[in-house]
């Protein structure tokens, strides 16, 4: 695991829009996995400044989202295919026959439809560079503690603190959705490459667990460990509780120097 202490926000978003554009380059064809969450904003926003400043190519690259709540529409604007389409879709020259969001408007069959968003993954040749978020409690895309670790794309009931931690997005009084459909800790442990991004002082116990303690159902993200190719990008609050920093230091003065491919 390679762990970058980034020392704010808007250096955490310009490295991983860095690694980000360099892996398009690379591959036009991309098959990139998303995100939603404040923590994304400032990393779209500088992709989106890319294509239009260095003229970074979305046209062949296939998005495939990590989750969306259940029982609102794509409209909704507390969706995740709205963030979406606001954030980075609608900037960039993205096909729209090429992205992929769970389906929040699905009210059963769950299973099948989520076999089929597995299927469409593999039919893609898999995911080549995954980008995630952490919530407080440890969860990746919505696997909330006690998630298996071998799960797949599924229906999931939100904890508590995952909805409370939401709630603030939408309207007072507003139902909030209590279920999401997610894909799972077993899924995302199939792709090839992970971005893992945390800022501010809520995420920096999540952080410690994920990278320090046990791997354990309950911070799913400590799952990563079991990756072999995962970059967490984190800022000076996030990073807090980490007790490795100068370990972590010397790893990336030494990698920057014998493999900046890993970093670019
Ligand atoms: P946030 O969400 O970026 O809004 O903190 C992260 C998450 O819950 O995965």
């Given at each position: 695991m390679l762990v970058v202490l980034q020392r704010d926000k808007e250096e955490v978003s310009r490295l991983a829009a860095e690694i980000i554009a360099g892996a398009i380059r690379r591959k036009p064809a991309l098959r990139l996995g998303l995100a939603t969450g404040g923590t994304m904003v400032g990393v779209y926003r500088e992709l989106v400044r890319r294509h239009r400043?260095?003229?970074?190519?979305?046209?062949?690259v296939v998005t495939f989202n990590l989750d969306e709540y259940l029982?609102?529409?794509?409209?909704?604007?507390?969706?995740f295919h709205h963030f979406m389409h606001e954030h980075l879709f609608s900037q960039v020259n993205v096909l729209q026959t090429n992205i992929h969001i769970p389906d929040?408007?699905?009210?059963?069959?769950y299973d099948a439809y989520c076999e089929k968003y597995e299927e469409a993954i593999r039919d893609a040749g898999g995911i080549d560079l995954q980008l995630l978020g952490i919530g407080r409690?440890?969860?990746?895309?919505?696997?909330?503690?006690?998630?298996?670790?071998?799960?797949?794309t599924r229906m999931k009931e939100l904890s508590a603190e995952t909805i409370e931690d939401n709630r603030r997005a939408f309207a007072p009084g507003e139902r909030m959705p209590e279920c999401a459909i997610t894909v799972g800790i077993g899924t995302i442990l199939e792709t090839r490459r992970i971005l893992l991004l945390a800022t501010g002082a809520s995420k920096a116990d999540a952080i410690a667990k994920s990278i320090e303690?046990?791997?354990?159902a309950s911070v799913t993200a400590s799952a990563l460990q079991l990756h072999r190719d995962v970059t967490f990008i984190v800022d000076q609050q996030a990073g807090?509780?980490?007790?490795q920093k100068s370990y972590y230091e010397h790893v990336l003065k030494m990698t920057k120097a014998l493999m900046p491919e890993r970093l670019s």
């Amino acid at each position: 695991m390679l762990v970058v202490l980034q020392r704010d926000k808007e250096e955490v978003s310009r490295l991983a829009a860095e690694i980000i554009a360099g892996a398009i380059r690379r591959k036009p064809a991309l098959r990139l996995g998303l995100a939603t969450g404040g923590t994304m904003v400032g990393v779209y926003r500088e992709l989106v400044r890319r294509h239009r400043e260095d003229k970074l190519d979305f046209s062949l690259v296939v998005t495939f989202n990590l989750d969306e709540y259940l029982g609102i529409p794509a409209t909704h604007p507390q969706s995740f295919h709205h963030f979406m389409h606001e954030h980075l879709f609608s900037q960039v020259n993205v096909l729209q026959t090429n992205i992929h969001i769970p389906d929040g408007t699905l009210s059963g069959n769950y299973d099948a439809y989520c076999e089929k968003y597995e299927e469409a993954i593999r039919d893609a040749g898999g995911i080549d560079l995954q980008l995630l978020g952490i919530g407080r409690n440890g969860h990746i895309g919505f696997n909330e503690p006690m998630s298996s670790l071998g799960s797949r794309t599924r229906m999931k009931e939100l904890s508590a603190e995952t909805i409370e931690d939401n709630r603030r997005a939408f309207a007072p009084g507003e139902r909030m959705p209590e279920c999401a459909i997610t894909v799972g800790i077993g899924t995302i442990l199939e792709t090839r490459r992970i971005l893992l991004l945390a800022t501010g002082a809520s995420k920096a116990d999540a952080i410690a667990k994920s990278i320090e303690g046990p791997v354990a159902a309950s911070v799913t993200a400590s799952a990563l460990q079991l990756h072999r190719d995962v970059t967490f990008i984190v800022d000076q609050q996030a990073g807090a509780k980490l007790t490795q920093k100068s370990y972590y230091e010397h790893v990336l003065k030494m990698t920057k120097a014998l493999m900046p491919e890993r970093l670019s």
